[in-house]
């Protein structure tokens, strides 16, 4: 059973950077693809960000896309989302999610992974 825990959320003003970090344990994380996904309150839970179980290949909503950079460390078993430029919008709880299937390609499809972590809050001021 893989467990995933967040960490790393909090307040920054807008235009301010924050990384958050996911920590993986209990499975292989290197052969599995990461996901990381934002909800706010009262919408559905959204796609901000993918990588390949390699690391080679990343995915990025357009929303987020040159702003936020999604990376991994296969040894430390943890995968990251550098946010920078952030906007009041990006206001939600965000959680990383482990694709499910080994070596499967990375996807922006929220079904296709199958372990989530608890999220961490991330609040932008204006």
């Known amino acids: 059973q893989v467990q995933l825990v967040e960490s790393g959320g909090g307040l920054v003003q807008a235009g301010g950077s924050l990384r958050v970090s996911c920590a993986a344990s209990?499975?292989?994380?290197?052969?599995?693809?990461m996901g990381w996904f934002r909800q706010a309150p009262g919408k559905e839970r959204e796609f901000v960000a993918a990588i390949s179980w390699s690391g080679d290949s990343t995915y990025y909503a357009d929303s987020v896309k040159g702003r936020f950079t999604i990376s991994r460390d296969n040894a430390k078993s943890t995968a990251y989302l550098q946010m920078n430029s952030l906007k009041p919008e990006d206001t939600a709880v965000y959680y990383c999610?482990?694709?499910?299937?080994?070596?499967?390609?990375?996807?922006?499809?929220?079904?296709?992974?199958?372990?989530w972590g608890q999220g961490t809050q991330v609040t932008v001021s204006s």
């Open positions: 209990g499975r292989t994380f290197s052969s599995y693809a």
């Open positions: 999610a482990l694709r499910r299937g080994r070596f499967e390609i990375a996807t922006t499809d929220v079904a296709s992974f199958g372990a």
